[in-house]
């Protein structure tokens, strides 16, 4: 079975920082990989998504994570924030061909002071 | 409607009471996927249905929690004698399919308050 951990449970920076969201994974065999973000009062949606491939991927409003097989791990990223990305963050996994159960890792609150 | 439609949004019950949850897929979706999130546990996955069927059951927490769908359409997820333990947020999702590769739209979620 999969297992996620997400290091980071709350995380506080200010607009225009740089952000960096742990996220490793547990698994013997290959994996798809997802971020889900939940803003305040909304559900959850897809930011970015792993197949395969460029293991740097881009997602939706300026975000990207870099797949690391060696150490199963794959970090979000976002140069600048600003105080709309405040919202929960969710790193997930499912086992590649083996059908779409996710699983989740505990989630990063972000909060982006203005 | 366009995504994925939770009823209710909120529901409060006294511990010993049954519950329902009310799930409407996207049209067209035929994976549904039931999760739930608790304070503390994160997101949970509970059960899978592909077309009518739910191939595994292992997910769900107790005999007390059920699912149900039909019509490869809306799906309920029955708990019975709930329990405090059970007050968590109930979110289902949909997919075109089962397909490792397809995204996971989610609703809104039925928060469930136990007395």
Redesign the interface.
């Given at each position: 079975a999969q297992s996620v951990s997400q290091h980071n449970h709350h995380v506080i920076l200010s607009e225009a920082a740089s952000l960096e969201l742990g996220c490793n994974y547990s698994y013997g065999g290959t994996v798809?990989l997802?971020w889900?973000v939940q803003y305040p009062g909304?559900?959850?949606?897809?930011l970015l998504?792993y197949?395969s491939g460029d293991p740097l991927v881009k997602g939706i409003k300026g975000f990207e994570a870099e797949f690391i097989k060696s150490k199963f791990s794959f970090n979000l990223r976002k140069p600048s924030v600003q105080w709309s990305d405040t919202a929960e963050y969710?790193c997930?996994v499912?086992?590649?061909?083996?059908?779409?159960?996710?699983?989740?890792?505990?989630?990063t609150r972000l909060m982006v002071k203005p | 409607g366009a995504?994925?439609s939770q009823s209710p949004s909120n529901k409060v019950t006294e511990k010993g009471k049954d519950v329902e949850l009310r799930c409407d897929p996207i049209s067209g979706h035929t994976?549904l996927?039931w999760?739930r999130q608790s304070l503390g546990q994160?997101?949970?996955?509970l059960i899978?249905f592909q077309g009518n069927s739910a191939p595994d059951k292992s997910?769900l927490p107790s005999d007390r929690f059920s699912a149900e769908r039909t019509g490869g359409s809306v799906s309920t997820l029955t708990i019975q004698r709930t329990q405090q333990e059970d007050s968590a947020v109930y979110?289902c999702?949909s997919?075109l399919d089962?397909?490792?590769?397809?995204?996971?739209?989610?609703?809104?979620?039925t928060r469930l308050s136990i007395l």
């Amino acid at each position: 079975a999969q297992s996620v951990s997400q290091h980071n449970h709350h995380v506080i920076l200010s607009e225009a920082a740089s952000l960096e969201l742990g996220c490793n994974y547990s698994y013997g065999g290959t994996v798809n990989l997802f971020w889900y973000v939940q803003y305040p009062g909304q559900h959850l949606q897809l930011l970015l998504k792993y197949f395969s491939g460029d293991p740097l991927v881009k997602g939706i409003k300026g975000f990207e994570a870099e797949f690391i097989k060696s150490k199963f791990s794959f970090n979000l990223r976002k140069p600048s924030v600003q105080w709309s990305d405040t919202a929960e963050y969710f790193c997930a996994v499912n086992a590649k061909n083996a059908g779409n159960m996710l699983t989740f890792g505990g989630g990063t609150r972000l909060m982006v002071k203005p | 409607g366009a995504g994925v439609s939770q009823s209710p949004s909120n529901k409060v019950t006294e511990k010993g009471k049954d519950v329902e949850l009310r799930c409407d897929p996207i049209s067209g979706h035929t994976a549904l996927y039931w999760y739930r999130q608790s304070l503390g546990q994160g997101l949970e996955f509970l059960i899978y249905f592909q077309g009518n069927s739910a191939p595994d059951k292992s997910g769900l927490p107790s005999d007390r929690f059920s699912a149900e769908r039909t019509g490869g359409s809306v799906s309920t997820l029955t708990i019975q004698r709930t329990q405090q333990e059970d007050s968590a947020v109930y979110l289902c999702a949909s997919s075109l399919d089962f397909g490792s590769n397809q995204p996971q739209h989610f609703g809104d979620g039925t928060r469930l308050s136990i007395l």
